[in-house]
Each structure stands twice: as structure tokens, then as C-alpha cells.
């Protein structure tokens, strides 16, 4: 397949009927990902489910192109990470009983805002960190794996849909017969989430990224429960809640360092040129032109409007915002990039509590704040995942950042509807801890409001992570170690284990083409769980409307 041609091409793969199955997949999905967000705490990558719906119904209407079913499942993907963005900030407010200072129109304020800064850096930095590094970036390259699967069939074909199909009846036997517990060998540690995650997708994406990336990943974890949370009491230093504190302060300063660490390191020395569109390493012409670039400025612009007069929090702090918007974005795409996972709510609380360190924002800003920073991060996560599909099979950049603008516009409606839909027909008390909607993670952001638990660890962390990024190490790994629960981080290094012993195995033996079969068969595995998450969540809303 020729990528120049198909990149030239590029209005043919956003075709009318794509856009309309696009759209109409947007609303179903965004509406899913909202209720998934809330009821269960988490939000599965819809992107491999979205890629074989994409393709087989484009396939009704006599389209059969791998490029056109890509721009299609972007477009209908891309609503869920506004979702998430919104579910996973929003609702703290409500929990803290201050509904009546948030209306429909600030919450719409709030999702446009986001989409439209992770619209914009996306675009600036698309190059450096899709086209020009190594990041694995596994959702993409499952969901590319997919895509060309469903072409070539054969044993490949086999392998993937195999491996997709055995995870999604492990996913229905877990999660929608209760068959099997989520958690694994757990021991009461005090303060420390010990366990295996019972998640072949976790495993995949350990699979995936493996190596030395993985091994900071694991380290960070065992310095941050065990260094501190365990250490710390046991040596009579502080007690478990206080460790607690201290790691996840850490743990935040690290994602921020690493982040500042890339822009300092990489961005800053050549921001006229990512900015311009330009590759400073082979000095291309920008395919855009003056007119994209215009076009990106007032995106920007609108963004910073929304912020200071929409949310009314003046033009120091929108400056701010849209500013940290582009570090936060920056670190969602190397972490996405690296292990698959977006903790979008923890970059939207990093700016929050940056905002709150020198302004006098109310509360409800503050979680405004932290709503349009993690709707950007997780529209980044998702649009460069998506730029790593298409770089495997040659779709055009272009296509594919218009199909995310299309279906991310209509999902900052479709998700703010939702919401209001939800508080409407439930109250303001279903939300919370106990309640029927968990939002777990919009929690997290209630709590953190009143600022950072340790500063100390903050500031240590923020400085550990640009001087790690500096040395080459992967700070955003390690700092992803310290902060996540640690049956996440063991369970990932599980998974670079079994890549470990299979590749020995496989040299052993002299099996060809070793590597490209691990790849695939991890691909399908992470799959099949998201495609049966989504499905399982689609069964949710359908079931929780019609209670």
C-alpha cells in the first residue's frame, strides 16, 4: 500500500457515508463511555470495537478501504475520551454539594474548551511523537493490527480473532457472569492495593511495551508502596494515610517533571518548527500551510476565551491553562504512547492545583479547570493513538484530525447531554462513594481541591522527573509506577515477563516471524476485553435507562 497515495487521497477517506456511521456510532458510544465512567470507574479504549464495527458496516455499503474504516472509527471513537474527561471531574462538584453553581452551558463551556486545546496540540506535535520516536502507543497498534487482519486473514487472521475472542469470554465470564473475582492473590498490606489484576488487556499492554520501559514502570511502584507507604510507618516516620499522601504528591510531581522535562528537552529547541508543522530533522514543507496554522490559532484563541470569560476565571488564568494544556497533552501522549493508559484526571488535577497556588478560583473553577485539562488529555491520548494506526497503514494525518474534530465536537454535546440527562432523572446525591454512580475518580479531584498533600514530595518529584527525562530515563513510566495502584503496575510487569520467557522460548526453537506473532496475538487479547468493556457498558445503559 502506497502511504504517499493514500495520504493524497485523503478526502476519499473521509468520505460522506464514513462521516455518517461515524456519527451515528459517536452519539451511542460518548453516551456509554459516560455511564461507564461514572458506574464502574473506568473507561475502556473503545478502539478495536469501534474499528470492526467501522469496517464491517462501511462493508454494507460497498466501501472495503482500511483507511476509510479508520477515519470512520475515529470519528466514533472520539467522543469517549470527552466522556471520560468530563465524568471523571465534573461530578466532584456535585459531591460536594455546590450543584447549584454549575449550569449545562459552563459544562459545554468546559468539554469545547478541552477538545479544542487537545485538537490544537495534537496537531503540534503529532510528528515528533508519532512519526519521529519508537513509542509502542498499543491501543493504535492493536487497533492497526485489527484493520489489516480483517485483509490479509489466514493464520494471522486466526491468531488475532482467536486470542480477541478467548479474552472477551474471559471478559464476559469476569464481569458479566461474576464467574471470577477482579483481583487476584491480594494480601492485606496496609495502605498498599497488593494483587494481580485479573485483566488479560493489562497483561497485552505489559506484553507490549515490555523491556526496560516496564522495569521503571515495576520499580516506581515498589519504591512508592513499599519504599514509602510500607517503609515510611515501619520506621516510625510517618503513619500509613501520611505515606499515602507523600506517594501520590510524588507521584504527580514525577508526571510533571517528565512532562516539563520533554518540553524543555525537545519542544522548546524546536517550537517553530512543530509549530510551523515542520520536521526539524528533514526540514519538509508543512502540508497545511498558512491557512491550517491561522485556522489552529483561533482554536487556540476560542479555547482561551471559553476559560476567561465562559467560566469566568480572567486571562491570567486561562493563559495559564491553555499553557499547562499543552505540558499536560505532551505527557498524555508519551504515557499513552508508553503503556496504553491515560490518566487524563490526574493531569487535569496537576493544573488545578497549579491554579489554585496563585489564584483565588472558586471551587467549582478549580474543577472546571481540571475538566478542560483532562478532556484534552484524553482527546490527545486518543487522537495519537490514532495517528499510530494510520502511520502503520498509511492514512492521511489530515483525515484522520478532521474525523477527531467531527466526532469530538459532537461528543462535547452528546456527553454534557448525558450528564444532565443523568442528574436530572437521578439527583445530585447519586454521585459519590456508595452512591449508584461511584465516579470514582472525580473523588479523587473532590478531595485534592483543598490542594497538595505533601508540597515537599511535589516539588522532589517535579525536579526527580525533568532530571530523569533529561538523563534518558523514562520518568513518565516511573512516575506512572509510583501513583497507580500497585496490582496495576504488577500485573503490567507480569505481562513483560511472559514476553520475556516467550522470546527465549521462541529463540530456543528457532521460530521465524516470533516477534510480529506476539504482537498480534497481544493485540487480539487487548481487543477482545475492550471490545466486550464496551459491549458489557452498552448493555448498562441500555438496562439503567430502561430501570
Known amino acids: 500500500m502506497s502511504t ?43 478502539t478495536i470495537f469501534t474499528s470492526i464495527v467501522a469496517l464491517f458496516a462501511l462493508r454494507a455499503f460497498g466501501h472495503r478501504s482500511l483507511n476509510e474504516a479508520n477515519v470512520t472509527q475515529i470519528v466514533m471513537s472520539a467522543g469517549s475520551m470527552v466522556a471520560g474527561g468530563l465524568a471523571f471531574t465534573i461530578p466532584g462538584i456535585w459531591m460536594l454539594g455546590l450543584a447549584d453553581e454549575v449550569s449545562w452551558v459552563e459544562m459545554l463551556a468546559v468539554a469545547l474548551s478541552g477538545t479544542l486545546l487537545g485538537l490544537v496540540c495534537t496537531a503540534a506535535i503529532r510528528r515528533r511523537f508519532v512519526d519521529e520516536s519508537n513509542l509502542e502507543y498499543p491501543i493504535g497498534t492493536a487497533a492497526a493490527e ?48 497488593f494483587g494481580i489484576y485479573n485483566s488479560p488487556q493489562m497483561l497485552s499492554v505489559g506484553f507490549l511495551v515490555g523491556g526496560f520501559a516496564v522495569a521503571f514502570w515495576f520499580l516506581g511502584a515498589l519504591v512508592g508502596n513499599f519504599g514509602i507507604i510500607v517503609g515510611g510507618p515501619a520506621a516510625g516516620l510517618c503513619d500509613v494515610a501520611t505515606a499515602q499522601g507523600i506517594v501520590s504528591s510524588l507521584g504527580m510531581g514525577l508526571m510533571m517533571g517528565s512532562g516539563a522535562g520533554v518540553v524543555l ?10 509549530l510551523r508543522g515542520r520536521s526539524t530533522s528533514a526540514g519538509e514543507k508543512n502540508p497545511r500551510g498558512r491557512l491550517d496554522a491561522g485556522v489552529l490559532g483561533l482554536m487556540v484563541a476560542a479555547a482561551a476565551l471559553l476559560v476567561c470569560i465562559g467560566l469566568g476565571m480572567g486571562p491570567v488564568v486561562a493563559v495559564v491553562v491553555v499553557l499547562l494544556a499543552f505540558v499536560t497533552t505532551i505527557m498524555s501522549a508519551q504515557s499513552v504512547g508508553q503503556t496504553g493508559i491515560d490518566p487524563m484526571e490526574i493531569f487535569g488535577l496537576i493544573v488545578l492545583l497549579a491554579v489554585a497556588a496563585f489564584s483565588d478560583a472558586s471551587q467549582v473553577q478549580l474543577f472546571y479547570v481540571a475538566g478542560v485539562v483532562a478532556v484534552a488529555c484524553g482527546l490527545a491520548g486518543d487522537v495519537m493513538s490514532d495517528f499510530k494506526t494510520g502511520a502503520i497503514i498509511g492514512t492521511s ?5 478532521v474525523g477527531q474534530a467531527i466526532g469530538a465536537l459532537l461528543g462535547t454535546v452528546v456527553a454534557v447531554a448525558v450528564l444532565c440527562t443523568l442528574v436530572a432523572a437521578y439527583g445530585t446525591g447519586a454521585f459519590g462513594p ?4 461511584v465516579s470514582a475518580q472525580a473523588s479523587v479531584v473532590a478531595t485534592m481541591v483543598s490542594g497538595i498533600p505533601s508540597v515537599p514530595g511535589f516539588v522532589i518529584g517535579l525536579l526527580g522527573g525533568i532530571a530523569l527525562y533529561w538523563a534518558g530515563l523514562p520518568a513518565m513510566m516511573f512516575g506512572l509506577g509510583v501513583y497507580l495502584p500497585f496490582y496495576m503496575s504488577l500485573t503490567a510487569a507480569l505481562g513483560a515477563g511472559v514476553k520475556w520467557a516467550y522470546e527465549r522460548v521462541c529463540a530456543a526453537r528457532g521460530v521465524e516471524d516470533s516477534e510480529e506473532k506476539g504482537v498480534v496475538v497481544a493485540s487480539g487479547v487487548l481487543g477482545g476485553e475492550s471490545i466486550v468493556g464496551v459491549a458489557i457498558a452498552l448493555a448498562s445503559v441500555v438496562g439503567g435507562l430502561a430501570g
Open 4 to 46: 504517499a497515495g493514500s495520504r493524497a487521497s485523503w478526502r476519499g477517506q473521509l468520505s460522506p457515508v464514513g462521516i455518517a456511521i461515524g456519527c451515528l456510532g459517536c452519539v451511542i458510544i460518548t453516551a456509554s463511555s459516560v455511564y461507564t465512567a461514572l458506574k464502574m470507574g473506568a473507561l475502556p479504549w473503545p
Open 146 to 193: 485489527t484493520l489489516m487482519a480483517t485483509q490479509t486473514g489466514g493464520v494471522t487472521g486466526k491468531r488475532l480473532f482467536g486470542s480477541m475472542g478467548l479474552a472477551g469470554l474471559w471478559c464476559v465470564a469476569r464481569d458479566a457472569l461474576g464467574l471470577m473475582p477482579t483481583l487476584l492473590a491480594q494480601l492485606p498490606i496496609p495502605g498498599v492495593s
Open 265 to 274: 528537552k525537545d519542544i522548546l529547541p524546536h517550537a517553530a518548527g512543530l
Open 397 to 401: 494525518p489530515r483525515a484522520m484530525w
Open 434 to 437: 456508595g452512591q449508584m454512580f
